[in-house]
């Protein structure tokens, strides 16, 4: 049997990726309860570099939030960010005027397209006891031919994405056809996960001790698939591979086989695959294009325009402490989800 691995990686806090994907990042932060602003105590916040805080300290970090952790207001064009929050709550809010409060298990599809601002707040919603954060943002190329689209974020809710199970198996199904799994919820209309060539997936795999699972073979023969081994109390093994694989390690496989995963104390894994697109990647900041021209336009554009400007009072917007997930598109459509009390899941 030939080694299925290909390339191996050790993963920092932005893993590296593969065309289509640009950027993927794993936020794990241990936040201590909120005080009445829905941040953390203002005491603890002392010693730290506020507005660029990503030092870790204490398991926490308040990235470039001056009150609540989290991102204000910052633009992007050209590529689409696909979050998925794994525990604890994210406050949405853009330049289009859309607004949303989602988490444990939602997933938000932002396609920038020709020009947005949005900003991405981490409120600390539980008064009495720890506000644990976990979430991966990923950055999807778009095509060259789809880079000036209108911007549109959908959300995936968790009670809506199908989970495959089997015996100490649970496939997340984020994006792509699984096999033996339901279609997950369709993405963005001018998303590359749209065109079915793109033979796009994002999976979570979660390996109960002593469990395996076979990953199906992919569907494009060009197809690029990764598998990033990120927690767990035991190590991945890939059959056919003559060394098991532990946490913080990225793992490029053959995706013209099946290849069959386990392990004998635990492991969780992110599967994102895709058939590159092949294009030119011209990329500074917020902002990623196909050719440097166009990303000097960009930043024209955006100090021109704001990308539509900020119609919030605040930089950091949060929602009320009481507020359930929601999302309030540009065009006034509102989703709800169930009340939940602060605090729990």
């Known amino acids: 049997?030939?080694?299925?691995?290909?390339?191996?990686?050790?993963?920092?806090?932005?893993?590296?990726?593969?065309?289509?994907?640009?950027?993927?990042?794993?936020?794990?932060?241990?936040?201590?309860?909120?005080?009445?602003?829905?941040?953390?105590?203002?005491?603890?916040?002392?010693?730290?570099?506020?507005?660029?805080?990503?030092?870790?300290?204490?398991g926490w970090r308040m990235y470039h939030g001056q009150t609540v952790p989290g991102f204000p207001p910052h633009p992007h064009r050209g590529f689409e960010t696909v979050t998925y929050v794994r525990k604890g709550i994210i406050d949405h809010a853009d330049s289009l005027g859309a607004a949303a409060r989602?988490?444990?298990?939602?997933?938000?599809?932002?396609?920038?397209?020709?020009?947005?601002?949005?900003?991405?707040?981490?409120?600390?919603?539980?008064?009495?006891?720890?506000?644990?954060l976990e979430l991966f943002q990923i950055w999807l190329n778009l095509p060259s031919a789809d880079k000036m689209v209108e911007p549109n974020f959908t959300m995936l809710w968790d009670d809506e994405i199908p989970k495959l199970t089997a015996d100490g198996v649970e496939v997340t199904v984020i994006a792509g056809v699984l096999p033996g799994a339901d279609a997950p919820p369709s993405p963005p209309p001018a998303s590359y996960a749209s065109h079915a060539e793109s033979d796009l997936g994002i999976w979570h795999v979660v390996l109960s001790p002593g469990a395996s699972w076979t990953?199906?073979?992919?569907?494009?023969?060009?197809?690029?698939?990764?598998?990033?081994?990120?927690?767990?109390?035991?190590?991945?093994?890939?059959?056919?591979?003559?060394?098991?694989?532990?946490r913080d390690t990225g793992v490029v496989v053959d995706s013209q086989v099946d290849v069959s995963l386990s392990s004998e104390a635990g492991v969780e894994v992110l599967v994102l695959q895709g058939r590159p697109l092949g294009e030119p990647v011209a990329r500074y900041g917020p902002f990623v294009m196909t050719t440097k021209a166009q990303i000097q336009e960009a930043f024209d554009d955006y100090q021109r325009t704001r990308f539509g400007g900020w119609p919030w009072a605040d930089d950091d917007p949060v929602h009320p402490?009481?507020?359930p997930r929601f999302a309030r598109h540009a065009d006034g459509r509102v989703e709800e989800r169930v009340h939940e009390v602060p605090g729990t899941s």
């Open 1 to 58: 049997m030939s080694d299925p691995v290909k390339q191996t990686v050790e993963l920092g806090p932005q893993w590296p990726t593969i065309d289509p994907f640009l950027f993927c990042a794993h936020h794990d932060d241990a936040y201590p309860a909120g005080e009445a602003n829905l941040g953390p105590d203002p005491e603890l916040l002392e010693g730290r570099e506020i507005g660029m805080d990503f030092e870790g300290r204490d």
């Open 102 to 132: 989602f988490g444990r298990g939602d997933v938000q599809w932002l396609t920038a397209g020709k020009g947005i601002q949005h900003s991405e707040m981490f409120p600390l919603l539980d008064p009495d006891g720890p506000n644990p």
């Open 215 to 246: 990953l199906p073979a992919a569907t494009g023969r060009e197809t690029v698939r990764t598998l990033y081994v990120f927690d767990g109390a035991g190590a991945l093994r890939i059959t056919g591979h003559d060394a098991d694989l532990g």
């Open 321 to 323: 402490v009481d507020q």
